[in-house]
């Protein structure tokens, strides 16, 4: 019969190394989204073995293009304006993964997921309306709402009132796209800065 210190302590050692399993970029990324660089036990999350019963997905990358035609992987600064067709921007990304992964969008006034209001979210993968290489278009509209598509389709997502991350216009801004395996164990995400006029 096991004690129950025994128990507590090995539930203890093994919750200390399920910590490792969500990274991101040499960045180490608990639950609650806190950032830290190595683990408690000095070691980084490639000494732990992922746990998923599936591969885990990586994202590869993660761009935009704002209202005049600017791509995040030109350098430029981003604008997004609600004047300019309808406040239409788009966001890309490849994401490395041959299985079922989540894909969500937030927006912030960080480049953290604390806090940061979810504008969509979507299976993607084998079977699911995107796959590896996707695309979204979403709208920036003048009472600081935002509205997204589902991920390669046309169907939209409702409106989210992002007024509560604005003291100014324009307003510096983050999009973060994150993506999880199909358990939501692993998690990873980036984030993209951009001005909202």
């Known amino acids: 019969m096991l004690r129950p210190a025994l128990i507590l302590s090995l539930l203890f050692s093994l919750s200390a190394c399920h910590e490792a399993y969500y990274y991101q970029e040499s960045s180490y990324v608990e639950h609650g989204y806190s950032e830290q660089h190595p683990d408690q036990h000095g070691s980084s999350s490639s000494d732990h073995q992922y746990p998923g019963s599936t ?13 005049y035609q600017n791509a995040s992987e030109q350098q430029h600064t981003l604008s997004i304006s609600p004047y300019i067709d309808d406040g239409l921007f788009e966001t890309n990304w490849q994401v490395d993964s041959s299985e079922r992964h989540r894909v969500e969008l937030f927006i912030n006034n960080r480049a953290s997921l604390e806090s940061a209001l979810r504008l969509s979210s979507s ?8 796959g590896w290489d996707s695309y979204q278009y979403c ?13 390669q389709n046309t169907e939209l997502q409702p409106a989210v009132d992002t007024s509560i991350l604005f003291e100014q216009l324009p307003e510096s801004l983050y999009l973060i796209l994150e993506i999880c395996d199909s358990e939501l164990f692993y998690c990873e995400y980036r984030s993209q800065p951009l001005s909202f006029e």
Do not use: H, M, T
């Open 123 to 130: 299976w993607c993968g084998p079977n699911q309306d995107c």
């Open 139 to 151: 709208y920036y509209q003048q009472d600081f709402s935002v509205q997204c598509e589902l991920p």
């Open 55 to 67: 591969e885990a997905p990586r994202l590869i990358s993660f761009n935009l293009v704002d209202s």
